[in-house]
T-cell receptor, first 117, second 110 residues
Framework: ETGVTQTPRHLVMGMTNKKSLKCEQHLGHNAMYWYKQSAKKPLELMFVYSLEERVENNSVPSRFSPECPNSSHLFLHLHTLQPEDSALYLC????????????????FGPGTRLTVL | SQKIEQNSEALNIQEGKTATLTCNYTNYSPAYLQWYRQDPGRGPVFLLLIRENEKEKRKERLKVTFDTTLKQSLFHITASQPADSATYLCALQSASKIIFGSGTRLSIRP
């Protein structure tokens, strides 16, 4: 399989549930990202990992917890979410060459459509 | 605060015409500007990148301009086709940050 894959593609959860989103990149990149995309709003960068270390955390509530066990895998652990967290969650990867992350072309996965009831 | 605006939420044009999408920004000095295409239910796909010292970049029927004085980028699709219908996002990058516009939904009617 090539590119960036995300599972599950769709997720419905209650506010008391705990779930995890998974992302895998098959491009040999060294940086991975989580974005949130809500209807009619710009993409919001949530977390950035470069060389498996978190380098950016854009004031995301603690009910979202990222994990990057290696350069190919990224998880987003979810617990006690709110209905306003319903959105499309996109994972992306890029190859950072000597600079900080967010300076290279990003390759996105198809996203997980999350609905919080 | 930093702000990025794409000219309109939706744009409808006739097949064969040139589609022009606008991306304006304020309070930001990007090193790069990128354009992405996003189809419904899919993640964005990279199209073109233009650097701050470049005025224009072309790729097949696509052309991007970048005017750092006007703080504006224009994205053109020439000889548009119904298959070009999608949402187009611009993204500004500096050394430490990336921000996306909310996108313009382009519809090409036959």
């Amino acid at each position: 399989e090539t590119g960036v894959t995300q599972t599950p593609r769709h997720l419905v959860m209650g506010m008391t549930n705990k779930k995890s989103l998974k992302c895998e990149q098959h491009l040999g990149h060294n940086a991975m990202y989580w974005y949130k995309q809500s209807a009619k709003k710009p993409l919001e960068l949530m977390f950035v990992y470069s060389l498996e270390e978190r380098v950016e955390n854009n004031s995301v509530p603690s009910r979202f917890s990222p994990e990057c066990p290696n350069s190919s895998h990224l998880f987003l652990h979810l617990h006690t979410l709110q209905p306003e967290d319903s959105a499309l969650y996109l994972c992306a990867s890029s190859q950072v060459n000597g600079g900080t992350p967010s300076t290279d072309t990003q390759y996105f996965g198809p996203g997980t459509r999350l609905t919080v009831l | 605060s930093q702000k990025i605006e794409q000219n309109s939420e939706a744009l409808n044009i006739q097949e064969g015409k040139t589609a022009t999408l606008t991306c304006n920004y304020t309070n930001y000095s990007p090193a790069y500007l990128q354009w992405y295409r996003q189809d419904p239910g899919r993640g964005p796909v990279f199209l073109l990148l233009i650097r701050e010292n470049e005025k224009e970049k072309r790729k097949e029927r696509l052309k991007v301009t970048f005017d750092t004085t006007l703080k504006q980028s224009l994205f053109h699709i020439t000889a548009s086709q119904p298959a070009d219908s999608a949402t187009y996002l611009c993204a500004l990058q500096s050394a430490s940050k990336i921000i996306f516009g909310s996108g313009t939904r382009l519809s090409i009617r036959p």
